[in-house]
Structure formats: structure tokens, C-alpha cells
């Protein structure tokens, strides 16, 4: 039985060296193999190389060298071609560019001097304005009257509103929806010897602020605004003074007090009670603000209108009843600004 066993297992072993065959066998085969490949590879080269292999001369075929080597060195011409035209075209823009420049910042008059174009345009808008100045740090107020669409404007010059809060602003002056002396504050106030400080740190107690505006003279009443919820000041106040010198003084000096960024508070006349027109900043109005906001008010201390650079629509203003800018009595930044006339002071 084991005889048998083992002769069926030798059986089968020839049977499968049969189908795969003999050792010697596979390595012959695997020769072949190796040699196919090899001739294959030697045909593909030969076809690179553009030589005689089993397809016969290639020297003018696609696999050649004037085929597919031939347009890849045609093609890095032309791309290297294309790169060099394209830095050409740019260097004469900027050349075209650099000449337009000079050109614009010097021009020659009919008797040959050299002008310089920024000095010409200053003088031309100057003329076109007619005494209405321009340029430099020069800056104008707007200390007698307040309109919400003069305030909403840089220069003082614009005619329509360019926020919703100066549109709510002139539908609360065409309704007179706000009166100053309604207010119970306000109403107990001498507006001409009343000064308004803002920019002072949260921290900031009235006794601080009282010693620091009695440096200027005797204080009669002393504010500070509040919220009426949490008690926390909201960063400004009213100083009311027994004399007008004494407020004066305060005015043009200012407080020796730190406010809000390491900066000195800022100070400025009471506008709810000497300007006609006043609305406050919930209602659209106001003045100063950030850009942030999107609602910056200008006219004040902290915002002063710019000197108009075109020339000043009159007669719209005029139409619409807005304050014009004064004629060619600017002031400087480093200037204190005036107050308004009604307090009898320039």
C-alpha cells in the first residue's frame, strides 16, 4: 500500500515537471524571454536613433530625429523666442511710462523755461476758485452753522448725502424732530462759557477733572456723561466756567489731562447750544467719529474740513441753503480754532 502510495506521488510529480517542464527547460525559456525583451528594447532604440533596425531606415520617420526629438528642440526655440519678446514689450512700456512721467512733471512754457506740472496745477486751480485758496495744511471749520450734508463732506463742497445717517439727519431737520433747550440738561447750561471734553479714560473721576480745569480759572458745574444703566462713563463731559475769560482760557489752552491712547483730551465749545441747525449723532448728525464707522463728521476740532481742490459749487449750495466755505481765510492745523461769533470773540 505505501509502494503504491509512493509510485502515485512520483506520478504526479513527473506530471507536473511534464506541463511546466524540466528545470533545464524553464531556464532556456526564460532566455528567450530575456531575449525578446532585449531585442524589443534594441528596436525601440533603434527607432529613437533614427538607424536601420527591423522597420528599415527611420532617419526622416516620426521616431527619427527630426520627428518627435526635432520638434521638442523646435519647440524650446520658440518658447525661449516668445519669452525673450515678451521681456522686450515690457521694457518699452516701462520705458513709455517713465518718459510719460517726466513728461508730465516737466513741462516747457513758449519762452523755453522748465515748469513744474505740480506747481502749474496748484496755480490753475487756484485761479479757477477765484480766492476760494487750496493745497498745503490749510483747513476750515464750521463754526457758525450746521448742516448734516456740509458735515458729511471732507471738503464742505458736497451737495447730495452719502450715508443713510446724513439722509435720517435732514428728515429729522425738515421735521424738526429735535430741539436743543427740550433737553434738561442742556436747558440749565450757559452755553458761552460751557466747555466739552471728550477722550477721557473710563477710569477718569470728576474730582481728576476738576482739578485739571481749574487750572484755568473758577468752575461753576462739572459733568461727566454717564451711562444711565451701568453708571460707566462714556468718555466725555461738560465743563461749565463763571466766566467767559475763564472758559476762553480752557478753550485755547486745553486741559493737562490724559486721555484715551496716551493722548491729551480734546476740547471744544458747546455746539449744542451755538449752532443753529445742531442735531446730535443719534440722529445722523454730529461731528468727528471714525472711518471705521463709516460715518465720520467733519468741521470740528478733531475733523476739520479740508481746503476744496475744485471749484465750489455755489449757487447749489446756496439753493440748498449750506454755509459756504470762507473765502481765502483758512487756518492752519497748529492754529486754535475760532469760536463761533455769537460769543462776540474772533
Known sequence: MESRERGNASERRRAREGRRGSPGERRDSSKGREGCRSVT????????????????????????????????????????????????????????????????????????????????????????????????????YGHEEYHPVQAGSIDGTDTRPHDRGIKRALMARRLAAYDPASDPCAASVDASRTLFVCRLLPATTEGRLLQAAEAHGSVQRLRIVRNIVTGASRGYAFIEYASAQHFDRAYRRGLDLEGVGGRQVLVDFYRQGLLPGWLPRRYGGGVGGRKESGQIRFGCRDRPFKVPLREVPVEQLQKLGIPLPPQGRFHSTHQVPPLPSSLGTK
Open 41 to 140: 528594447d534594441e528596436q525601440r532604440h533603434v527607432r529613437r536613433r533614427g538607424e536601420t533596425g527591423a522597420g528599415g531606415e527611420r532617419e526622416d520617420d516620426e521616431w527619427g530625429r527630426e520627428g518627435r526629438g526635432g520638434n521638442a528642440d523646435k519647440r524650446r526655440e520658440w518658447e525661449s523666442e516668445a519669452r525673450r519678446e515678451r521681456e522686450r514689450e515690457m521694457e518699452r512700456e516701462r520705458e513709455r511710462r517713465r518718459s510719460s512721467s517726466r513728461a508730465r512733471k516737466s513741462e516747457r512754457t513758449e519762452d523755453g523755461q522748465c515748469v513744474d506740472a505740480a506747481a502749474r496745477n496748484r496755480e490753475r486751480t487756484h485761479q479757477q476758485h477765484q480766492g476760494w485758496g487750496g493745497g498745503g495744511q490749510l483747513v476750515w
